[in-house]
């Protein structure tokens, strides 16, 4: 059994949400802390409509469930922008989602970005995904586990 840590101390660190609150979220926060997934992708597109910076090396968050709560703090330890026709297959086996083929992880990312929630989440933007779209690759670590998730 997991040992709570107060999250009082990490209250001025920024949310990292993977996903949507859901199924897939449940999945990559399992993945998260049991230590399959140290990587993940986002569209650069995402931080430029919401005017945020892209993640940096050192960078630390905290890390929610479905139901926002704490489950542990991560910190970034490589970022990189590639076009997603580049991604390799080591990032995409970092993950942790079970992908094989960069074939597969391309189909399922592309359902995901082009979800009905993602065109909301962007304002209502229609993505047109091709191997130029710029991505970016995240790498990182679990510092600290906060408490086990409750999902």
Known sequence: ???????????ELPVSEFAFPGPLRNRLVSAILDGRK??????VLEYEIVSEPLPCEGQRS?????INQPVCV??????????LGEVSIGHVKDEGEGHSTLSDWRAAHETFWSSQQMIESLGGLTLSLGDATLVVLER?????RLRPSTI
């Open 74 to 83: 991560i910190e970034t330890v490589e970022v990189r922008v590639v076009p």
């Open 1 to 11: 059994m997991d040992e709570t840590i107060s999250t009082d101390s990490y209250s």
């Open 38 to 43: 140290v990587t993940t992708t986002s569209l």
């Open 62 to 66: 905290m890390v929610v469930d479905s």
């Open 140 to 144: 990182f670590r679990v510092t600290e």
